[in-house]
């Protein structure tokens, strides 16, 4: 005897091309959803490498040629760690 599927089960409808699309219980394709979600992401992940980026400038600009202070070091870090974080998800 077989059941109903519960509600919260994603629903599976056939685009063309044979692949399936996933839809979720609210009528949405899940693909188009982790799109918008990707690049509602990127966008924060732009807009904070934008402000760590000007802030380092700042500094950097404010500081002696010689010396290169700690938080300096610690934003561009910072910057490179978001960076490689986004690019490694997008190969993935």
């Known amino acids: 005897m077989l059941a109903a599927p519960?509600?919260?089960c994603q629903l599976r409808s056939t685009v063309s091309?044979?692949?399936?699309?996933?839809k979720l219980?609210?009528?949405k394709s899940q693909k188009d959803e982790i799109l918008k979600a990707?690049?509602?992401?990127?966008?924060?992940?732009?807009?904070?490498?934008i402000e760590l980026a000007?802030?380092?400038?700042?500094?950097?600009?404010k500081n002696d040629y010689i010396v290169l202070s700690v938080s300096?070091?610690?934003?561009?870090?910072e910057?490179?760690?978001i960076g490689r974080a986004s690019c490694?998800?997008?190969v993935y």
Not at 72 to 77: G, V
């Open 6 to 8: 519960p509600a919260f």
């Open 17 to 22: 091309g044979g692949q399936e699309d996933v």
């Open 25 to 27: 219980p609210s009528g």
């Open 38 to 49: 990707d690049h509602k992401k990127s966008l924060s992940d732009l807009a904070k490498l």
């Open 54 to 61: 000007g802030e380092l400038q700042a500094e950097m600009e």
């Open 72 to 77: 300096s070091l610690k934003k561009a870090e």
């Open 79 to 81: 910057i490179e760690k």
């Open 88 to 90: 490694r998800e997008r």
